[in-house]
Nanobody, 129 residues
Framework: QLQLAESGGGLVQAGGSLRLSCVSSGPTLDYYHIGWFRQAPGKEHEGVSCISRTDGSTYYADSVKGRFTISRDHAKDTVYLQMDRLTAEDTGTYYC??????????????????????WGRGTQVFVSS
């Protein structure tokens, strides 16, 4: 069973950057589409960015396009979310999720957070304005 762990969150000033990491304690991430989601205080989960297992294609929510970059490091079996030009609206808990190719596409994964089911611990990001 895929179990993922997120890290890299913290406190940053508006305009700053953070890089989040997602690693697996089980199967390699290479077998899965990987998505980053976030939940702001008092709000629903939101799909932020997803990366395909098959061709490396990516999806970004409109709110983060041009500021966030998702990537895979196959050697380290890690998926990153580079977050630049952060704003207070990016504050929240960030989660990574893996889904098999047979079960979904990256667009479906990213746009249907309600289908994720269960969430891990996440990593907290706080952007001060």
């Amino acid at each position: 069973q895929l179990q993922l762990a997120e890290s890299g969150g913290g406190l940053v000033q508006a305009g700053g950057s953070l890089r989040l990491s997602c690693v697996s304690s089980g199967p390699t991430l290479d077998y899965y589409h990987i998505g980053w989601f976030r939940q702001a205080p008092g709000k629903e989960h939101e799909g932020v960015s997803c990366i395909s297992r098959t061709d490396g294609s990516t999806y970004y929510a409109d709110s983060v396009k041009g500021r966030f970059t998702i990537s895979r490091d196959h050697a380290k079996d890690t998926v990153y979310l580079q977050m630049d030009r952060l704003t207070a609206e990016d504050t929240g808990t960030y989660y990574c999720v893996g889904r098999s190719v047979a079960r979904t596409t990256i667009q479906a994964l990213c746009t249907r957070p309600a289908d994720v089911g269960s969430w891990g611990r996440g990593t907290q990001v706080f952007v001060s304005s």
